[in-house]
Antibody, heavy 120, light 110 residues
Framework: EVQLVETGGGLVQPGNSLKLSCATS????????MNWIRQTPGKRLEWLAQ??????????SYLESVKGRFTISRDDSKSSVYLQMNNLKEEDTAIYYC???????????WGQGVMVTVSS | DIVLTQSPALAVSLGQRATISCKTN??????????MHWYQQKPGQQPKLLIY???NLASGIPARFSGRGSGTDFTLTIDPVEADDTATYYC?????????FGGGTKLELK
């Protein structure tokens, strides 16, 4: 059974940082391209970042609006992917999903999501 | 970024056909593939992949679901509609980075 479990969400003040983790099992993590996608309170889905697999030198891409604030990383030995979020803003409030796939940039696997609320 | 446009809502009767459309402002075809994908999201759940590359059924998805289209116009069809199909359906393109999603179409029963 495929499982992706996100942790690390919560309530944070503007300007602060948060690190999300996603532990996975049930699929070949080492060759998967892993992503973070968020869903805003208005239900809009927004892709944030992607990290490719070792054969693609762990190439990383970001949504322009989060570049410099968010950092994606992975640990193949733990089948886990991470999202470090710095200088958080109120508009970063959303449910954050960890997703995975094998090229063509569609998302086969989704976690259950973790809520991040940025508010003073 | 490529913009995807969906109608906000659609109401159909049980057993009838539902056709959900997605239009893009740029061609999403490339080397024989249409980089368009469809997801289903039920309340309180994560999205689930239904269709990839415009017309390919994802694993475990019933054959009542089908997708077609090319270029800038795509459709997801559910035939026949069952009660369990009430959900929001999103299209997503991956022709260009960043991958982008449509605003979603909420399918309701009449």
């Amino acid at each position: 059974e495929v499982q992706l479990v996100e942790t690390g969400g919560g309530l944070v003040q503007p300007g602060n940082s948060l690190k999300l983790s996603c532990a996975t099992s049930g699929f070949t993590f080492s060759t998967a391209w892993m992503n973070w996608i968020r869903q805003t309170p208005g239900k809009r889905l927004e892709w944030l970042a992607q990290i490719e697999d070792k054969s693609n030198n762990y190439f990383i891409s970001y949504l322009e609006s989060v570049k410099g604030r968010f950092t994606i990383s992975r640990d193949d030995s733990k089948s886990s992917v991470y999202l470090q979020m710095n200088n958080l803003k109120e508009e970063d409030t959303a449910i954050y999903y960890c997703t995975g796939g094998y090229g063509y940039n569609y998302f086969d696997y989704w976690g259950q999501g973790v809520m991040v609320t940025v508010s003073s | 970024d490529i913009v995807l446009t969906q109608s906000p809502a659609l109401a159909v009767s049980l057993g009838q056909r539902a056709t959900i459309s997605c239009k893009t402002n740029q061609n999403v075809d490339y080397y024989g593939n249409s980089y368009m994908h469809w997801y289903q999201q039920k309340p309180g759940q994560q999205p689930k992949l239904l269709i990839y590359l415009a017309s390919n059924l994802a694993s475990g998805i019933p054959a009542r679901f089908s997708g077609r289209g090319s270029g800038t116009d795509f459709t997801l069809t559910i035939d026949p509609v069952e009660a369990d199909d009430t959900a929001t359906y999103y299209c997503q393109q991956s022709r260009n980075l960043p991958p982008t999603f449509g605003g979603g179409t909420k399918l309701e029963l009449k």
